[in-house]
């Protein structure tokens, strides 16, 4: 029996990084909110290793992407930095550099024969918008966020077709208003659902204006990334599995269900106004969102997230939070990343596929971000200098074959983009763990291939795998 997995014609190779995690911050007008942070707290991030370097992209891009071409890549996500792009936040005048960078990458990226896809957020907020309105908690901001994906889309609508709003919008929710791993990192539940409003606002608010320039009709295409982190309840009980159900629509479909369906899901908004938590709206901003629904969707996995139903005295002294629905489930014998601290639950993919083609239309879709990130590589690089990561080819072996079967039983997914193409700056954690097909010297910035670059060639090239001898 023939063992080999094909996926369909055209189907997406590629990788994704972000302006902030591998372009550096030279030349940029603005600081964003990362830029701020590291600035005034350096030691929150790992060995005080903050963005001013990161990859060097902005000065060795031409390399880069030729590395990129050279292990088979045929598309490649990164995103516009706003704090890069733009002069005048106010007006969205743009800056010359910025101009000039963005249009070099963009055509070097489609004179190596890779598509390239522009995200317009990844994390990165200009801290002038966070301390003059409060950044996402401002409907003002959502305006301004319009204003430079309008420049953009200006800029250089004629030559990238693809193009996301928001790179994973609920770790912005999380991370700066719920659970204090984000600058500025306030606990106010109250705050994390109007700026999760306002996120999804922001988004469909750019889409309708993508739209109203006219993209669509020139060939482009508007979607989102969203990481996607199934629930599964720790038993079939009913407490548990109700319990999975609401976290999983605050933590998926409260930006997915808008995404896609142009709604919030009733369950969320019951329980929001029943806790006296519901966001402020208007009816021409519920409207908006309504109409501003994706052309496709991105979806970033990682980990699955496992829950049970909430414990008696399990409750803390935060105020509202989404955890007073349901408790994290530790599960006994789940494999584990234990440098990352996460768990590896290949059958996901399979999972979002399903429901994807079953409860979102069959949307088309891709795998926009999937990886396992290691720390201290340098132990496994061999005779001739090369870093073999057996363990991540592997990986991406399990994964693709459960993406594979979703796929074959009739998910729209077009494409699988690894995270990272380049070894890349990772927030606090910096360059702690690796993620790329190609390793970085932080010290001489020299860059090599590792075996899972030259994996991810013949992956390309033949446009599929032979599968691992039995499924894990």
């Known amino acids: 029996m023939d063992n080999k997995l094909i996926f369909p014609e055209g189907f997406w190779w590629g990788s994704a990084t972000s302006g902030p ?5 030279f030349n940029k007008p603005h600081e964003s909110i ?60 743009p800056d010359e550099d910025g101009v000039r960078f963005y249009n070099a990458v963009i055509d070097e990226t489609i004179s190596n024969g890779i598509i390239p896809v522009m995200n317009l957020h990844h994390f990165d907020l200009p801290i002038e918008l966070y301390e003059k309105y409060g950044g996402w908690e401002s409907k003002h901001v959502v ?9 953009a889309f200006k800029l250089f609508g004629d030559r990238v077709k693809y193009w996301t709003t928001f790179n994973e919008p609920i770790v912005i929710v999380e991370g700066q208003y719920l ?33 109203e320039l006219g993209l669509q009709e020139q060939g482009g295409k508007i979607g989102i990334i969203l990481n996607l982190t199934p629930a599964y309840p720790r038993s079939d009980s009913d407490e548990d599995i109700e319990a999975s159900r609401i976290a999983d629509a605050f933590f ?29 709206s208007t009816v021409e901003e519920d409207r908006v969102i ?23 005295g399990s409750l803390d002294d935060r105020g509202w939070m989404p955890d007073k629905y349901f408790d994290n489930y530790d599960m006994p014998g789940k494999r584990m990343n234990p440098y990352r601290g996460w768990e590896i639950y290949p059958k996901a993919m399979y999972d979002i596929a399903i429901n994807i083609r079953d409860n979102y239309d069959n949307i088309p879709w891709f795998i926009s971000e999937n990886g396992m990130g290691v720390q201290g590589e340098e132990k496994y690089v061999n005779e001739e200098g090369i870093i073999e990561d057996d363990y991540r080819i592997e990986f991406f072996k399990e ?32 360059y702690k763990n690796r993620y790329g097909f190609i390793a970085v010297d932080l010290k001489t910035k020299n860059k090599t291939i590792k075996k899972s670059g030259r994996w991810i060639k013949e992956v390309s090239e033949n446009n599929g795998f032979y599968k691992l001898s039995q499924d894990k």
């Open 21 to 25: 995690q591998s372009e550096g911050s």
């Open 34 to 93: 990362f830029d701020y942070w590291y600035k005034i707290e350096p030691e929150a991030f790992f060995d005080k290793v903050g963005p001013r370097i990161t990859s060097n992209f902005y000065n060795s891009y031409k390399e880069d992407l030729a590395m990129l071409k050279e292990i088979g890549l045929n598309s490649f996500r990164t995103s516009i930095q706003w704090t890069r792009l733009i002069k005048d936040l106010e007006t969205g005048e």
């Open 143 to 151: 305006k301004l966020f319009v204003r430079f994906a309008e420049t």
């Open 179 to 211: 659970y204090e791993f984000h600058y500025p990192k306030v606990v106010d539940g109250k705050k994390a659902m109007q700026v999760l409003y306002n996120v999804n606002l922001a988004s469909a608010s750019v889409i309708k204006r993508f739209r």
């Open 252 to 280: 998926n479909a409260s930006f997915l269900d808008p995404a896609v369906k142009g709604s919030f899901p009733e369950k969320l908004v019951e329980l929001l106004k029943m806790d006296g938590v519901l966001w402020e």
């Open 290 to 312: 309504n109409e501003g629904t994706v052309d496709f969707l991105g979806v970033n996995y990682y980990q699955p997230r496992r829950v049970k139903a909430k414990e008696a």
């Open 399 to 430: 994964h693709l074959q459960y993406l594979h079967q979703g796929i074959s039983e009739g998910s729209n997914c077009f494409g699988y983009h690894t995270w990272t193409p380049i070894d890349c700056w990772s927030w606090t954690n910096a």
